[in-house]
């Protein structure tokens, strides 16, 4: 049980919950960074001065209330598909595994998979820019051929892990 | 290995009894179904399983006892559930109970026959019941398509959602029938039924027969030889309302047969074509009230013959300024004037057409326009055979100037290491300019056609009944399950709450989509592009499955 602070790929800090629930069921939940106020104000004011400069080049107040549309739109879709608010991990023993991504306007999107197409979980590597940044993910069975794998799901999407506390939850998990 | 209980959530207020479920043994699982209260007799139980068993299929059989005391925990009754697993012998025999209205229950087996000793974890999983036996769980739609598919790698949940759709008779007994067994289930408090779906069940075996006999009679005419002679049967496969008059024909055929649908995505699809047909035909209603008010037909004719008319002058124009000087280019005068005057005949005959048609325009809308009550996809085809009707002498222009363009460019190619310098294609620009100026009103009527075969065939591939299924009752289209895992107390079993995850709105759309013929110009508007230049045809009409020309 407990929580743990962490800091992601990309800086800002994440944090780590595990729950045992029995001896066969644990979760664990990771917390990513929330929306941060400043980044907020900072693209609505830019869409809005340049929404002001076309404004005043073309005279027409259709530009000022695409604008707002516009802005609020975006945060809408923002909020609503892309920013991940919690992403948790329910491993229930001999059941499966289920994902759970919440995001930020409160909806849940659920995955379940059964343990029997579960071939394994690893740590994958992947270099994005100029680093390298390790990412947990699972390997699902091939129903046809038993040594293949038929696709590969990436978890915990939100952060950008960093190797070391990785293996350290991976020992606590299995 | 941990032992999971299917519990429905709709037996927890029940009062003792025994269980009677499917006991998956490779998945050691034990899926329960219903609740036998006392007083019972074990010999009428046993009976009345393996009728059940019988017609369902599903191995019915008694899985544990329950017991809901509302006071303290009574010895005897314990001693008397344990004896009953000696009555009904089943290997693990189940005990789960409940004290009071606390929310924990404990949970145990009896395994008489066991070799390890160990105590083994429980997992208690609480389903829905009517929702798990109305639901129908899609398989991922990448191991759906794979043929390969084993049944013994089955995932444990279809079972899970097999057993309990498939003992729908098990619930068809409630607490007020006067049988020797008295059951619990989701249904005990009294069958569901509906007046108005008996009702529509009892209407439609006569109605069906009725479309099927009008059908056939339809059918029949339609394949009679005197509408096969060439002509006729040549004008009957280039214009899209008959095309699209037989496909709506197609779909009432598929709703109206007297079979029984034998599985979902048949029944999924006999839905679709009846809720899609059902709008079609509601639009097109709207339409035609909308239209034959304050006499927008007369309006409509009006506007035609004119909009004809100046379309012809324009043409007119244009030819006069090839046949002069255009642009100060020098041209070969008597091949100017040959394809001139050919060209302008043609408007000529053209234009005499529609005039002489002009009186009957109005009465042949109007008549026409009726035929927007069969749908709304058969008033867009009628408007996109009109335009073609109207814009034909274009194409025939077009067609002219793009194969003497098509010989031009092959004869020049071969010729082009001979002819070069001076001695070079003035016919060929003379056909050039012509053909881009009537490519470009070409490819308007293109894409004016284009656009509305896509619309018609979005129309009639769209599974309405499925996104309406998926937006009021999701749980009846599952792409899966979810786990939510309760509140836990030391020492009693894991419990979880097993919940539908439905399917999203992309796989549904992919899952059920009808299929189509495709009346619009296949390429894509690179290609198309390309064949303008080259001087290839655009066949406006090239149906899936024709082969090129």
């Not at chain 2, 408007?383 to 092959?410: E, N, P, Q």
């Amino acid at each position: 049980m407990g929580e743990r602070r962490y800091r992601s790929a990309s800086g800002a800090p994440v944090a780590l919950r595990r729950r045992q629930h029995s001896a066969s069921c644990r979760e664990l939940a990771v917390r990513c960074p929330r929306l941060q106020l400043r980044s907020l104000s900072a693209v609505t004011s830019a869409v809005w001065l340049a929404a002001y400069g076309l404004f005043v080049l073309s005279q027409n107040s259709m530009v000022l209330s695409a604008a707002i549309f516009i802005t609020l739109f975006g945060l809408i879709i923002y909020l609503h598909f892309v920013k991940v608010d919690q992403e948790s991990l329910l491993v229930i023993g001999s059941l499966g595994i289920q994902v759970t991504s919440s995001y930020a306007s409160g909806r849940e999107s659920t995955a379940f998979i059964e343990m029997g197409q579960v071939k394994d979980v690893v740590i994958n590597e992947a270099i994005h820019m100029q680093k390298v940044i390790y990412y947990l993910c699972i390997l699902l069975q091939d129903p046809g051929d038993p040594q293949g794998v038929s696709e590969v799901v990436p978890l915990f999407q939100g952060g950008g892990l960093l190797g070391w506390w990785i293996s350290v939850w991976k020992s606590a998990v299995w | 290995m941990v032992l999971k209980v299917f519990f429905p959530s709709c037996c927890s207020s029940a009062e003792s009894g025994i269980l009677i479920g499917r006991w998956i043994s490779e998945q050691n699982s034990a899926v329960i179904l219903a609740v036998v209260h006392f007083p019972f007799i074990p010999v009428q139980v046993k009976q009345y399983l393996s009728e059940v068993q019988r017609v369902t299929k599903v191995s019915v059989s008694v899985l544990g006892s329950w017991s809901n005391s509302k006071q303290e925990k009574e010895e005897s009754l314990s001693e008397f559930l344990g004896d009953l697993g000696t009555i009904f012998s089943h290997e693990p025999w189940i005990q789960i109970s409940k004290e009071g209205d606390s929310k924990f229950w404990s949970c145990s087996t009896l395994q008489k026959h066991s070799n390890n000793p160990k105590e083994e974890e429980i997992i208690l999983v609480y389903y829905d019941q009517r929702k798990v036996m109305l639901s129908h769980l899609h398989p991922p739609l990448a191991t759906a398509t794979s043929t390969d598919h084993k049944a013994d790698d089955a995932s444990k949940l279809s079972a899970v959602f097999d057993t309990v759709a498939k003992s729908k008779i098990l619930f068809m007994t409630d607490r007020y029938d006067d049988g020797p067994i008295k059951l619990t289930h989701w249904q005990s408090d009294g069958v569901e039924a509906s007046i108005i779906v008996e009702l529509m069940k009892q209407a439609s075996v006569p109605v069906c027969m009725l479309l099927t006999f009008l059908l056939s009679l339809i059918s029949g005419i339609c394949r009679s030889r005197v509408l096969k002679f060439w002509p006729l049967s040549f004008l009957w496969s280039k214009l899209s309302t008959c095309e699209q008059l037989g496909h709506r024909l197609q779909h009432l055929q598929v709703i109206s047969s007297n079979k029984k649908a034998q599985n979902q995505t048949q029944l999924m699809r006999k839905a679709n074509i009846f809720v899609s047909l059902l709008i079609d035909v509601a639009l097109g209603i709207l339409l035609m009230s909308w239209l034959y008010r304050k006499n927008r037909i007369g309006h409509l004719a009006d506007t035609l013959i004119p909009v004809a008319d100046h379309i012809a002058e324009e043409l007119q124009d244009l030819l006069q300024w090839l046949m002069g000087v255009p642009a100060g280019l020098k041209m070969n005068r008597a091949l100017d004037q040959v394809l001139g005057r050919f060209f302008l005949y043609h408007i000529h005959l053209w234009i005499s057409y529609i005039h002489l048609m002009s009186p009957f325009i109005e009465m042949i809308l109007w008549y026409v326009g009726l035929s927007a009550c069969l749908g709304l996809t058969v008033a867009l085809c009628i408007l996109s055979d009109i335009i073609a009707l109207l814009t034909f002498h274009i194409y025939c222009f077009y067609v002219y100037g793009a194969r003497l363009y098509c010989l031009k460019i092959y004869g020049l190619s071969s010729l082009w290491r001979l002819f070069r310098g001076k001695k070079w294609n003035v016919l060929q620009q003379r056909v050039d300019s012509c053909s881009y100026d009537l490519d470009q009103l070409r490819l308007l009527v293109v894409i004016v056609q284009g656009l509305i075969h896509l619309l018609v065939d979005l129309i009639d591939s769209l599974p309405l009944y499925s996104i309406i299924l998926r937006l009021c009752r999701s749980y009846r289209l599952a792409a899966g399950v979810k786990f939510r895992v309760l509140e836990q107390q030391d020492g009693k079993p894991l419990r979880l709450l097993m919940q539908i995850n439905p399917l999203s709105y992309g796989s549904v759309i992919q899952t059920y989509r009808l299929p189509t013929y495709s009346c619009y110009p296949k390429d894509s508007w690179t290609s198309l592009c390309k064949k303008l230049f080259l001087g290839e045809l655009i066949y406006p009409w090239k149906h899936k499955g024709e082969k090129q020309d």
